[in-house]
């Protein structure tokens, strides 16, 4: 079982990396996305949880880790599913045009999407309108991908 999940690891780095590149994603200090932070947790348990480096993924060339081999492999088997927008950076910011780290704990679970925000009274400003806050996001982060991308 160790093996395949080696393989399964192996080839979503691979498919990753042919699209998203490192410099896509906020990664902390540590190398790690979302801070060492569990990404299936937003979703199954609506909290933020800590991940260990005993369970861990690499995808579009980032450490992210969870904090059971159950969370690993459900987010080796569907990354897109679990993974934050834009990148993991502030989602207020990226609403500005700003490219801004992010807290783990300051996090929103919408439309089957996670964001994520400088803070928790960021979160606070960007729920008071967050569908108008995710539009204009949404295009500022496809101009920063375009841009990366020349």
Known sequence: MMRIGVVLSLVVTLMGCTSLGRDTWYVDDQGLGASGYDLVSYQTEHKAVAGTDEFVVIYGGVQWQF????????????????????????????????????????????????????????????????????????????????????
Not at 91 to 103: K, L
């Open 67 to 150: 904090s059971s081999a159950e969370h690993a492999e459900l987010f080796r088997q569907q990354p897109l599913q679990y993974l934050p927008q834009y990148g993991g950076y502030c989602a207020y910011a990226m609403a500005q045009g700003f490219v801004v780290s992010s807290d783990p704990q300051a996090f929103t679970w919408y439309n089957n999407k996670l964001y994520l925000n400088y803070s928790l009274s960021v979160r606070d400003t960007w729920l008071k309108d967050k569908d108008g806050y995710i539009d204009a996001a949404n295009e500022n982060w496809q101009q920063k991908l375009a841009a990366q991308q020349r």
